[in-house]
């Protein structure tokens, strides 16, 4: 399920089927983080996916998207939080 698309957002955050939680093309990720890197065109690479285990971690990355200026639409952050919520009770 995506959370937000590059059509309505600044990002682009799905759950995949190991209920990971994808940043894909993600403008904040550094060598430090936990990514996945897509190979293409002769071993270049050319995406860099921010990989995330929990709903509160990816909260807390879309927190931090909006604070460095991109537009996330507010239904991600209500989603995410209703999910959290949903989980946790």
Not at 44 to 61: C, P, Q
Request: proline share 1%; hydrophobic share 35%; glycine share 2%.
């Amino acid at each position: 399920m995506a959370y937000c698309r590059f059509s309505n957002s600044d990002i682009y955050l799905y759950e995949n089927f190991n209920n990971e939680i994808i940043c894909c093309m993600c403008s904040l990720v550094t060598s430090d983080d936990n990514i996945e890197e897509s190979e293409h065109n002769n071993g270049a690479f050319d995406a860099v996916d921010k990989i995330m285990f929990t709903k509160e971690e990816a909260l807390a990355h879309v927190r931090e998207h909006i604070e460095n200026g991109d537009y996330v639409p507010s239904h991600v952050i209500s989603t995410l939080m209703q999910e959290i919520n949903e989980e946790n009770s």
